[in-house]
T-cell receptor, first 111, second 113 residues
Framework: GENVEQHPSTLSVQEGDSAVIKCTYS??????FPWYKQELGKGPQLIID?????GEKKDQRIAVTLNKTAKHFSLHITETQPEDSAVYFC??????????FGTGTSLTVIP | KAGVTQTPRYLIKTRGQQVTLSCSPI?????VSWYQQTPGQGLQFLFE???????NKGNFPGRFSGRQFSNSRSEMNVSTLELGDSALYLC????????????FGSGTRLTVV
């Protein structure tokens, strides 16, 4: 089955700096890659996703890039704010199969 | 529209007991998946139901079971509870047709003592 690795496991940045979280996947058939943000006491929330026919997608301060050849994808958060502090999960999916999640990155934005 | 609703939010059970957790998906969503979340193991996939049929299943023992009703609501059951079953159980729904992301509920925090 698919194997998704996520790095780093913890990340601290100063407010206003950028944060980058990277994931690699093993199954070249994976074609959908969502990112989730989980705040304390809540379930994960979808923040952005990308499909395999696209190399980059941006939504305000959040962007995701996908390199199918290298089988990795990354989440970029610019101009970080304290409310960006949370745990972020990446995931990969093959059509018809289940989602495979990374192990999470705990992001702390220091005011 | 209403989000994914999980009940109860918190639950304390004794080893050996059984428990049933409930999930109401977003209206119109036909796919419901269940995950176990623990600090050490992250998000572990339990199973996915689509139109009352189990579509995918993770690597959990047979003590973990689920079902989906005709209105897409889902339940999961854990029998003969063990201390290691203590976790946050998350339900997630999606429309289910193609590639789209989940909407998660807030979870049920199960503590086994």
């Amino acid at each position: 089955g698919e194997n998704v690795e996520q790095h780093p496991s913890t990340l601290s940045v100063q407010e206003g700096d950028s944060a980058v979280i990277k994931c690699t996947y093993s199954d070249s058939a994976s074609n959908y890659f969502p990112w989730y943000k989980q705040e304390l006491g809540k379930g994960p929330q979808l923040i952005i996703d990308i499909r395999s026919n696209v190399g980059e997608k941006k939504d305000q301060r959040i962007a995701v890039t996908l390199n199918k050849t290298a089988k990795h994808f990354s989440l970029h958060i610019t101009e970080t704010q304290p409310e960006d502090s949370a745990v972020y999960f990446c995931a990969a999916k093959v059509t018809g199969n289940q989602f495979y999640f990374g192990t999470g990155t705990s992001l702390t934005v220091i005011p | 529209k209403a989000g994914v609703t999980q009940t109860p939010r918190y639950l304390i059970k004794t080893r050996g007991q059984q428990v049933t957790l409930s999930c109401s998906p977003i209206s119109g969503h036909r796919s419901v998946s269940w995950y176990q979340q623990t600090p050490g193991q992250g998000l572990q996939f339990l199973f996915e139901y689509f139109s009352e049929t189990q579509r995918n299943k993770g690597n959990f023992p047979g003590r973990f079971s689920g079902r989906q009703f005709s209105n897409s609501r889902s339940e999961m059951n854990v029998s003969t509870l063990e201390l290691g079953d203590s976790a946050l159980y998350l339900c997630a729904s999606r429309a289910g047709g193609g590639e789209d992301g989940y909407t998660f509920g807030s979870g049920t925090r199960l503590t086994v003592v």
